[in-house]
């Protein structure tokens, strides 16, 4: 595993051939699908995910969209995990720095380099058995961090749980709607769904760059992306 993961890092190191780039991605591929956690260990740690894959994004480098995107559903899938024990810390730092940036990941539902234990939940719900769920009130950290008592994790939780139903919602709303023959009714739920899901994604990056509680951080995670998903298909 450290060869081949030393023999990456050197296709991948300061390389403006996009051909060969596309490549060596491609055979990450493979290895993850097919290594063990020796090998995954090595791929989540700062000097190759950080200091190889992420600095592919710089502007310099031109890569073409589509690779672009590869690199960030790595870093995205691999922050949530492996099977067995890969000590992910390094990654989730990495993953969440690019969220404090802004940086827009894709939707991992089509992309490879998953993780074989990484689960999306099913979208199924009738628009009228939901109502749209308020902005959260848990106050904002003074300092840097947070560590969230019992209680107040209690609180978040219940808030996330209204904003996974107003997830499930909005997709059974967008997969039941046609453009050009929309129901009014459906549309009008959808608006003020799209509007809450915004205002709750935006507290949540604020939670993310300041929570501590491990859990909460995973939760989080996993929330961001399925409204991340969502939005971007109403947006579509």
């Not at 090595?42 to 000097?47: E, F, M, S, T």
């Not at 099913?122 to 308020?134: D, L, T």
């Not at 749980?161 to 739920?189: C, F, H, Q, T, W």
Request: with cysteine; hydrophobic share 35%.
């Amino acid at each position: 595993p450290k060869d081949a993961v030393k023999a990456l890092k050197k296709k991948l190191s300061k390389n403006c051939n996009h051909k060969e780039i596309r490549l060596t991605l491609s055979l990450l591929d493979m290895c993850i699908e097919n290594c063990g956690p020796r090998f995954q260990s090595l791929v989540v740690k700062k000097d190759f995910c950080k200091d190889k894959l992420v600095k592919l994004l710089n502007p310099r480098y031109n890569l073409p969209i589509d690779m672009q995107e590869k690199i960030l559903t790595y870093i995205m899938t691999w922050a949530r995990g492996f099977q067995g024990m890969v000590d992910v810390s390094e990654v989730k730092e990495v993953y969440l720095e690019l969220l404090k940036k802004g940086v827009e990941f894709p939707s991992p539902d089509t992309s490879r380099g998953v993780p074989k234990n990484s689960s999306r939940p099913s979208a199924k719900s009738s628009p009228s058995s939901a109502n749209p769920a308020k902005r959260s009130l848990l106050p904002l950290p003074t300092g840097p961090t947070l560590l969230l008592t019992p209680e107040q994790i209690g609180k978040l939780y219940s808030e996330l749980d209204m904003a996974k139903m107003n997830v499930r919602v909005m997709s059974s709303i967008l997969k039941e709607n046609v453009p050009g023959s929309e129901n009014p009714d459906d549309m009008n739920l959808l608006q003020k769904l799209y509007k809450t899901c915004r205002m709750m994604q935006e507290r949540i990056m604020e939670l993310l760059v300041t929570v501590e509680n491990e859990d909460v951080i995973v939760e989080l995670i996993q929330i961001n992306e399925d409204l991340n998903n969502v939005l971007l298909g109403h947006e579509r």
